[in-house]
T-cell receptor, first 112, second 116 residues
């Protein structure tokens, strides 16, 4: 079983719709969860981070974490063409020295 | 905001030569820097973690004698790919974290290495 599983996509949504990106992880010791956006040929940019079960909202983005189900998701409201990118989820165990483990990413395409 | 600058952004080198990639934190002290490698359509794979003033910790399967990491100051870490081969062609990315900060928010721009 992979440590982090993401559907590679592409996930296609029309402009203005809600995009829902999902990620499951196998390590129950995971404590911190991150979503990154990566445009083609560029390095990742941090979108959201979440530590506690439940929802965390920041602008058009909402991260949802369910530790019991080992599931984290990212919702993007009012999707824009500029949101078209690959979204990587990542997790880390407790401690700032712990490394990030990344998923392979889901490619999102927002169509006009 | 905090910025991590990585240089060069792309490099083409001949097989057998060495390439040095620099990663600088511009307005904060990076006590820890991470080096990743990303092959096409794959995720970021951590190669090594470097702490200022000490030897880097390499991930399993990463050859420390081939990928030399130096973190001599709180603002600069370098990755040298020695005796590069075509299979080393990849996108190399650094990230930096300052002491006490739990969030890995700052990535360099990445370096596209092509070995011919």
């Amino acid at each position: 079983q992979k440590e982090v599983e993401q559907n590679s996509g592409p996930l296609s949504v029309p402009e203005g719709a809600i995009a829902s990106l999902n990620c499951t992880y196998s390590d129950r010791g995971s404590q911190s969860f991150f979503w990154y956006r990566q445009y083609s040929g560029k390095s990742p940019e941090l979108i959201m981070f979440i530590y506690s079960n439940g929802d965390k909202e920041d602008g058009r983005f909402t991260a949802q974490l369910n530790k019991a189900s080992q599931y984290v998701s990212l919702l993007i409201r009012d999707s824009q063409p500029s949101d078209s990118a690959t979204y990587l989820c990542a997790f880390r165990r407790t401690g700032t020295a712990s490394k990030l483990t990344f998923g392979t990413g889901t490619r999102l395409q927002v169509t006009l | 905001g905090a910025v991590v600058s990585q240089h060069p952004s792309w490099v083409i080198c001949k097989s057998g030569t060495s390439v040095k990639i620099e990663c600088r934190s511009l307005d904060f002290q990076a006590t820890t820097m991470f080096w990743y490698r990303q092959f096409p359509k794959q995720s970021l794979m951590l190669m090594a973690t470097s702490n200022e003033g000490s030897k880097a910790t390499y991930e399993q399967g990463v050859e420390k004698d081939k990928f030399l990491i130096n973190h001599a100051s709180l603002t600069l870490s370098t990755l040298t790919v020695t005796s590069a081969h075509p299979e080393d062609s990849s996108f190399y990315i650094c990230s930096a974290r300052s002491q006490g900060v739990d969030i890995e928010a700052f990535f360099g721009q990445g370096t596209r290495l092509t070995v011919v």
